[in-house]
């Protein structure tokens, strides 16, 4: 399985095909994620099938485009997909209140909303690799009735949502803030920053997943990335938040901050070596999924 492939199967996307035989009323139809594995032609009933923010991932990277539509979409040419994102001129998006959809410039949630349930997407594929795991146990070394261990961390806690959900999944959680946010939540807190937390620690044990979610400044990203590497086990994920700004204004430091160019640095130091295989979900505020190979 390709790690798109995996991706895929935890976020499940309505197949394009499918859709598009059946989408009569496609404004009524609209999917957050729409996958194709053909070399389909996208035209303007495609784009309009996604909801605003939505994004349709082709595995064939010869996909072609309706000319007319290169100004409403953004495409990003991942190792072995294709994301396409709607960007229309005249934007779309589920007013919540309503439940209804509305232009941009009439809704009522002042724009752009943050569509990324991220505590939910984090936990399915916390869920998947526990699952992955213990498959592997049972069927490849013969161990059964022996609870999966998976150790989680999380760099930057606040309130976290996470946190939570995760420790019906985790067997060990652990969490790492400058304020005094977690004591309680985690099984072991430590209130200091992320680089004292790295120089401090002897890990005899690896983690499963890292979510970094701490200061978002693009060096202090990098450096959490770059120890995040060095701490999880092979096969395991880390996490990256904030990843995928809305606009210009989310390049606030209060933000998403510059948390974004955390991208190329991926790809150029570990993606082209081989050593992690990487997708950004291009979710406002976006989420960046690397795993260790
Ligand atoms: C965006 S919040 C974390 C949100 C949480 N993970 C969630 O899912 O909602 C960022 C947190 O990182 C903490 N932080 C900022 N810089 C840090 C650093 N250098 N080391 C550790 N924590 C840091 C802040 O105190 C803040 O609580």
Known sequence: MTFIDFVINVIKPVNARTLLSKCSNVKTNQHDVILTNNAIFVNESVLESLVYDGFLISTDLSLSIEKSLLSEYECLVL????????????LYCLNKVESDLVPV??????????????????????????????KFRYFELGI???????????????????????????????GVDINDCGKGKFDTFHQMTT?????????????????????????????????????????????????????????????????????????????????????TLPFQPGLTVVRKT
């Open 195 to 279: 680089d004292k937390y790295f120089e401090d620690s002897l890990f005899d044990d690896k983690f499963d997943m890292i979510f970094v979610d701490a200061c978002h400044n693009i060096e202090n990203v990098i450096k959490d990335f770059n120890n995040a590497f060095c701490s999880i086990r092979s096969g395991g994920i880390i996490l990256l938040h904030d990843t995928y700004p809305h606009s210009e204004a989310y390049i606030n430091p209060r933000l998403c901050s510059t948390a974004y160019q955390v991208g190329p640095h991926i790809r150029d130091k570990y993606a082209k070596k081989n050593l992690v295989t990487y997708v």
């Open 144 to 174: 059964k009735d022996e609870k999966e261990k998976f150790r989680y961390l999380e760099l930057g806690v606040r309130n976290s949502p996470v946190i939570d959900k995760m420790k019906l999944i985790a067997t060990e959680t652990h």
């Open 105 to 134: 410039s009439q809704r009522i949630v002042p724009p752009p909303v943050e569509t990324l349930d991220h505590p939910t997407a984090i936990c399915l594929l916390a869920k998947e690799l526990k699952g992955e795991r213990e």
């Open 79 to 90: 190792p072995d997909c294709v994301m396409i994102k709607r960007n229309t001129g005249v």
